[in-house]
């Protein structure tokens, strides 16, 4: 009687048979992609990698690597046709619960100085600047900075 469907949306573990699906994603959305293999090995050495599926269709994914107090955001994306409709904060909402229950204290992450748009979603969520690696990304013209970008976990669980 005039219900819409809510369509279901899930966040899943990485499986290696996403890989097709995370890689079209990746390669989308980024001028210098992760590699098959660099995600292939992000998941033999056992690092959090989930997918958000929105009815079985993969629209993004992340990799964390925790190590002792302190979870590093590795890589993010969504897909191209779902951006600016709320799956980069939910994946990133998802990153930071990855991060806590694993008992990291900190987020870390880097992003190019020119992704203003995943800057603001960074800051939207509390991230600070904490420094900038110098010619860390690879670029058109030579090299692009990354900024360092910290976010205190612990205040989340508050």
């Known amino acids: 009687m005039g219900g819409e469907l809510v369509p279901r949306i899930e966040m899943l573990p990485m499986q290696g048979s996403d890989l097709d699906a995370v890689l079209a994603i990746e390669n989308a959305v980024f001028p210098y992609p992760w590699t098959r293999g660099n995600f ?25 690597m925790v190590s002792l107090d302190e979870a590093h955001l590795l890589t993010i994306g969504v897909a191209p046709n779902r951006q600016r409709m709320g799956f980069g904060a939910r994946l990133l909402r998802h990153a930071m619960a990855v991060g806590m ?3 990291a204290r900190r987020m870390l992450l880097e992003v190019r100085v020119s992704n203003s748009q995943a800057i603001a979603l960074y800051r939207h969520f509390g ?20 900024l360092v970008l910290e976010r205190d976990l612990e205040e989340v669980k508050a």
Do not use: H, K, M, T
Not at 43 to 59: F, K, M, P, Q, T
Not at 127 to 146: I, K, S
């Open 40 to 64: 292939s090995d992000s998941l033999e050495a056992g690092y959090s990698a989930w997918v958000c599926r929105i009815e079985d269709v993969l629209c993004g994914y992340f990799v964390v």
């Open 101 to 103: 229950a694993s008992r």
């Open 127 to 146: 991230f600070r600047q904490v420094g900038v690696r110098r010619n860390y990304y690879p670029a058109d013209r030579g090299r692009e900075d990354a």
